[in-house]
């Protein structure tokens, strides 16, 4: 090989590169850019919401008919679609959540930010805990807990295979969906902004090395363009399909009956 | 007679779509196996068989998530 | 006797390799038979898709046991 790296490129990408300094060196570590961007969507997210529907109107003006359609998206498709007319009191949080995980997710392809929050395990891990919470107490407010356990771990089976079964339901109802929650979105988003890096640093090193790997940068580049465009549709699947899911586990506590 | 019929009467339905349904197949069957592959190393290391309890957890395990299978998503 | 062929590393790893052929094989002939049984007649998709996930689970649980076996007998 006699492609020599630059040694100032941080070449290749790894983990490391997800570990971000402090903003302010020398103070707290844990105010880096990703608590930064965390409490920007936050902000963004209500004071978006707040001025937008500050004077509503019948006729809705251009900022407030953004808001009611992403509200009115999140409640008709996802809320009542999927739980039922019963579901109308859990759009609010859905619309929340989806906003908040498109929010957070974006800052991952947008320049100059160009880090999600959610390519660290505890901001996924954390809403997944919530989700969890969430239909968990509904589905026990709803049939008493004793009821709700016998619903969601004793499957239509003979007796004497029960036992068999039930760490089979519990694992798979209690343990796997938050966790797979989780980690559809930690791994997308960190695979996502890998791949990136991949192909964006490797055109940097191609172009400091030998003159025939030169050209090839630009190829490295379009590759980047294109997967960030396919970044961008990964986003927003993913920022769905965690509501969706969340929608889906609300409707399987609610509807318990065998 | 009438009955009352409650909305919170309808069973749970599985996930719509196929995609719903491949993922509560898939999960059935990881943790099946995981589970018993689990119980079965803890047997293995309570009463030192030497590594056969987790294969006998494991297949036992699949054969209850492959069970299970049938009868949510099955006919 | 000095052994006339070895092979170092993992054969657990070439053991998976080749207990993954067979459930791959078999879960494309299942979705395939599927997709092929809906375009002769449509309406007959939501008779025959409980059949798609207990094949799906019974050939699966083969390829999953794979998976764990190959750690669990490890080296």
């Known amino acids: 090989m006699s492609t020599s790296l630059a040694s100032e490129i941080p070449w290749p990408p790894s983990v490391d590169d997800f570990f971000l300094p402090p903003i302010v060196e020398g103070t707290n570590p844990w105010f880096t850019k990703v608590t930064l961007l965390v409490w920007i969507a936050v902000a ?3 004071i978006f919401f707040l001025v937008t529907y500050r004077e509503p109107k019948i006729v809705p003006t251009k900022r407030q008919w953004i808001a009611e359609s992403i509200y009115g998206f999140v409640r008709n498709n996802v809320a009542k679609d999927l739980i039922g007319h019963d579901g109308i009191r859990f759009a609010p949080y859905l619309t929340t959540l989806f906003c908040f995980v498109l929010l957070t997710n974006l800052f991952g392809i947008v320049p100059g930010i160009q880090m999600s929050p959610n390519s660290h395990i505890a901001f996924p891990a954390i809403l997944a805990i919530i989700s969890w919470v969430l239909f968990n107490v509904v589905g026990i407010r709803q049939h008493g807990f004793a009821k709700y356990m016998k619903n969601s771990l004793i499957p239509p089976a003979p007796w004497f295979i029960l036992p068999l079964l039930i760490p089979i339901e519990f694992v798979s109802t209690f343990v796997f969906r938050p966790f797979t929650l989780a980690v559809r ?7 996502g902004h890998m791949i990136l890096l991949v192909f ?11 003159a025939w790997l030169a050209p090839v940068s630009v190829v490295s580049w379009l590759m980047a363009i294109a997967l960030t465009f396919l970044e961008a549709m990964v986003i927003v699947l993913q920022a769905y399909v965690f509501t969706v899911l969340t929608a889906s586990y609300i409707q399987g506590a609610l509807a318990e009956e065998h | 007679m009438v009955r009352r019929v409650m909305a919170g009467d309808q069973s749970p339905q599985p996930p719509a779509g196929g995609a719903g349904q491949g993922w509560v197949a898939i999960s059935y ?5 995981a589970v018993w592959g689990f119980i079965g190393w803890l047997v293995d290391q309570r009463f030192d068989l030497g590594g056969v309890p987790i294969g ?3 297949v036992v395990g699949a054969a209850g998530g492959i069970y299970l299978i049938v009868r949510r998503l099955g006919v | 006797m000095l052994p006339l062929a070895e092979i170092t590393g993992s054969t657990a790893a070439i053991g998976y390799g080749l207990a ?6 078999g879960v494309g002939l299942i979705f395939a038979s599927y997709v092929q049984a809906t375009a002769r007649q449509p309406e007959s998709s939501r008779l025959t898709q409980p059949f798609v996930w207990i094949g799906f689970a019974v050939v699966e649980a083969l390829a999953l046991l794979g998976i764990a076996f190959g750690f669990i007998w490890a080296g």
């Not at chain 3, 993954?20 to 094989?25: F, L, R, S, V």
């Open chain 2, 29 to 33: 069957l990881i943790a099946g196996i």
């Open chain 2, 56 to 58: 006998i957890g494991a």
């Open chain 3, 20 to 25: 993954a052929i067979g459930p791959g094989i």
């Open chain 1, 185 to 191: 979105l930690f791994a997308n988003m960190f695979a």
């Open chain 1, 200 to 210: 964006t640093l490797g055109g940097f090193v191609m172009l400091n090395s030998n």
């Open chain 1, 44 to 46: 963004a997210l209500i």
